[in-house]
């Protein structure tokens, strides 16, 4: 966060690793165990989920389609 001037749940540091990776927001997954750091990035539409256990990632992760 230092390095871009941004830190979450600032939309602008989802941008920058968005950017980065070259993908729309729709095809990258960002999780924490915070609500409220997951704010700016569904404002980029990517999937975003609030951890609270190894199940529910897994099952989350198996919705959006990636092979655990």
């Known amino acids: 966060s230092c390095e871009v001037g941004y ?4 939309k602008g540091i989802f941008q920058e690793a968005l950017d980065i ?9 960002f999780t924490d165990n915070h609500e409220s750091r997951l ?5 980029l539409g990517i999937n975003t ?5 190894i199940s529910g990632l ?3 992760l198996r919705e959006l ?4």
Not at 49 to 53: A, H, P
């Open 7 to 10: 830190r979450k749940p600032e």
């Open 49 to 53: 989920y609030v951890f609270s256990g």
């Open 21 to 29: 990776l070259g993908l729309p927001g729709r095809d990258v997954a």
């Open 39 to 43: 704010s700016g990035a569904n404002e």
């Open 65 to 68: 389609g990636v092979k655990i």
């Open 58 to 60: 897994e099952k989350w």
